[in-house]
C-alpha cells in the first residue's frame, strides 16, 4: 500500500499565507483531499477532488498537485485555521484502499 | 441535514469481539460509499475500511485485515463493522465518514462524532 508524508508541524505569521504538502506516490493518480481537525472535534473536509472545497469553507483555502506532491494554501491565515491538517487519497493499486498523511500541526503566531 | 451517529464503542478485552454501528441520515444513503476511520489517542487519522454503495466492492487497511469485516444495510441506512480479536493498538476513536461519490473515491464530507474503543485488560 501507498504512503503519504506531510511535515509534521507548520507555523505561519497572522495573515500571511502558508502552504502545506503532502507526498507520496498515489497522487500521480489521484488527487488528495484536505481535512482540518481541531482539538476534540471530528475532521472537516476543507480541499477535494483538483481544487475544490465545500459549501462553507471560506475561499482562502485552496490546493494544488503537481507530479507526487499535494498542496494546500492558506492565503491570509487566521487565528482560527490553527489546528491539525491531513491528506488523504486513494491508492495507487486501484484496489478499495485509502491512505492518510501523518498530518501536519499548523500555528498561527 | 446529514447526520452520523457511531454506537457501540466501549471496553473490550483483548482478543474479544465488538460490533460498530453507525446510524445515517439526511441523505440517500444508498447513493454512497461508506467508510470507517479511526484515531488512537493523540494520534493521526487511519482509514479502517471502505464499502462501495452496494457493497461490490470493499476493502480494509492491512493493519486490520482478516480481523474486522465491513457490512452496511441500505434498508435500515446503517453502516457496520465487526470487530474481532481486538488488540491494545485498536483502541482508538472510530469515526464513520460518509463518501462523496458512489464508489468510494476517498473524499469523505461527513463525519459522525465517533465512538470510542477501548482494548485492555
Known amino acids: 500500500s501507498s504512503e503519504l508524508t506531510q511535515d509534521p508541524a507548520v507555523s505561519v505569521a497572522l495573515g500571511q499565507t502558508v502552504r502545506i504538502t503532502c507526498q507520496g506516490d498515489?497522487?500521480?493518480?489521484?488527487?488528495a483531499s484536505w481535512y482540518q481537525q481541531k482539538p476534540g472535534q471530528a475532521p472537516v473536509l476543507v480541499i477535494y477532488?483538483?481544487?475544490n472545497r465545500p459549501s462553507g469553507i471560506p475561499d482562502r483555502f485552496s490546493g494544488s498537485s503537481s507530479g507526487n506532491t499535494a498542496s494546500l494554501t492558506i492565503t491570509g491565515a487566521q487565528a482560527e485555521d490553527e489546528a491539525d491538517y491531513y491528506c488523504?487519497?486513494?491508492?495507487?493499486?486501484?484496489?478499495?484502499?485509502?491512505?492518510f498523511g501523518g498530518g501536519t500541526k499548523l500555528t498561527v503566531l | 441535514e446529514v447526520q452520523l451517529v457511531e454506537s457501540g464503542g466501549g471496553l473490550v478485552q483483548p482478543g474479544r469481539s465488538l460490533r460498530l454501528s453507525c446510524a445515517a441520515s439526511g441523505f440517500t444513503f444508498d447513493d454512497y460509499a461508506m467508510h470507517w476511520v479511526r484515531q488512537a489517542p493523540g494520534k493521526g487519522l487511519e482509514w479502517v475500511s471502505g464499502?462501495?454503495?452496494?457493497?461490490?466492492?470493499?476493502g480494509y487497511a492491512d493493519s486490520v485485515k482478516g480481523r474486522f469485516t465491513i457490512s452496511r444495510d441500505n434498508a435500515k441506512n446503517s453502516l457496520y463493522l465487526q470487530m474481532n480479536s481486538l488488540r491494545a493498538e485498536d483502541t482508538a476513536l472510530y469515526y464513520c465518514a460518509k463518501d462523496m461519490s458512489i464508489a468510494a473515491r476517498g473524499d469523505f464530507d461527513y463525519w459522525g462524532q465517533g465512538t470510542l474503543v477501548t482494548v485492555s485488560s
Open positions: 498515489s497522487l500521480r493518480s489521484y488527487y
Open positions: 477532488g483538483k481544487n
Open positions: 464499502i462501495s454503495w452496494n457493497s461490490g466492492s470493499i
Open positions: 488523504n487519497s486513494r491508492d495507487s493499486s486501484g484496489n478499495l484502499y485509502v491512505v
